[in-house]
């Protein structure tokens, strides 16, 4: 069994406001744990450290012994300014194991880390931080992360991205948090973020614009609804999570996105828009009733 926890599922810049109360304003950030993780040892696996890692950090109280892995899809502010607010590595003991695609060759993930979390642009380091924060260059292909397999792969964005597929509990997880749509109206779908998705449990994915929005956005790095329904359906995932939702997106527009993705999926994908708070409980047998 595996659970899963969203904490920040918004794109670009966060947002919090009364009119996004109900899906949330923070930026991106995932939380995959094991139900029975007392008796098999396996630490939380987090994808990416937006601002709403915050949240996640609240829930764990003081003097618990914390260890957890971070994987980064890539370096943009929303999907790594949360770091210095996460209270367990601002405490002794505390443990992080950070994964990513370094951002250019010769700069590893360490150095860019070190690069943008210090003065003037933020006045505590990485090394400042009370918990231990190892940083893991992580280029394509699969590890095993405990006794989790994880598997990373470019993705089309802006700059280097990853996306990742995890398989753990006897579930799968694929995270595709920024796509670039190839252009209006394609269908086309790069062969290895298809091989990253193919029926997955579960598949997240970046939904962040309109037909209309994508229109005057076409380089900007992302996809349409429409396009996140049609990647799952071509990669036969099982369940679809309309993710990283677009700031200027509030409660009732994200509804209406919902309601027309579902109308677009086949009868045996069911798709949901994810929102703060929410837990997906994942495991063998509820898959197959």
């Given at each position: 069994m595996l659970n899963v926890t969203f904490y920040g599922v918004r794109g670009s810049t966060p947002c919090p406001s009364p009119a996004n109360a109900r899906?949330?304003?923070?930026?991106?950030?995932?939380?995959?744990?094991?139900?029975?993780?007392?008796?098999?040892?396996?630490?939380?696996?987090?994808?990416?450290?937006?601002?709403?890692?915050?949240?996640?950090g609240d829930t764990i109280?003081?003097?618990?012994?914390?260890?957890?892995?971070?994987?980064?899809?890539?370096?943009?502010?929303?999907?790594?300014?949360?770091?210095?607010?996460?209270?367990?590595?601002?405490?002794?003991?505390?443990?992080?194991?950070?994964?990513?695609?370094?951002?250019?060759?010769?700069?590893?993930?360490?150095?860019?880390?070190?690069?943008?979390?210090?003065?003037?642009?933020f006045p505590v380091t990485v090394s400042e931080l009370r918990g231990e924060i190892?940083?893991?260059?992580?280029?394509?292909?699969?590890?095993?992360?405990g006794d989790a397999v994880v598997t990373?792969?470019?993705?089309?964005?802006?700059?280097?991205?990853?996306?990742?597929?995890?398989?753990?509990g006897g579930v799968s997880v694929a995270?595709?948090?920024?796509?670039?749509?190839?252009a209006v109206g394609s269908s086309d779908v790069d062969p290895a973020v298809l091989d990253l998705c193919r029926g997955v449990d579960l598949l997240i994915h970046d939904s962040q614009y309109t037909p209309e929005e994508f229109e005057t956005k076409l380089d900007w790095g992302h996809c349409t609804v429409e396009y996140a329904v049609h990647v799952a359906r071509q990669a036969g995932a099982k369940r679809l999570a309309l993710f990283h939702h677009d700031p200027v997106h509030d409660d009732d527009w994200l509804d209406c996105l919902l309601a027309e993705a579902r109308l677009m999926a086949p009868v045996d994908l069911e798709v949901i828009s994810a929102y703060e708070g929410l837990t997906i409980a994942l495991s063998e047998e509820s898959l197959r009733s």
């Open positions: 899906y949330g304003g923070n930026t991106a950030c995932v939380v995959l744990e094991r139900p029975d993780a007392s008796r098999t040892g396996s630490s939380p696996i987090i994808l990416d450290i937006g601002t709403g890692i915050r949240s996640y109280p003081p003097g618990v012994d914390f260890s957890a892995t971070a994987l980064v899809t890539h370096l943009h502010w929303d999907h790594v300014q949360g770091l210095p607010f996460f209270t367990p590595v601002l405490r002794d003991g505390g443990r992080l194991e950070v994964y990513g695609p370094p951002p250019e060759r010769r700069v590893s993930l360490a150095d860019a880390f070190a690069g943008f979390m210090r003065p003037p642009y190892y940083f893991h260059d992580f280029p394509e292909g699969t590890r095993t992360i990373a792969a470019v993705v089309p964005h802006t700059g280097v991205t990853h996306g990742y597929r995890i398989e753990w995270y595709v948090s920024d796509h670039q749509q190839p």
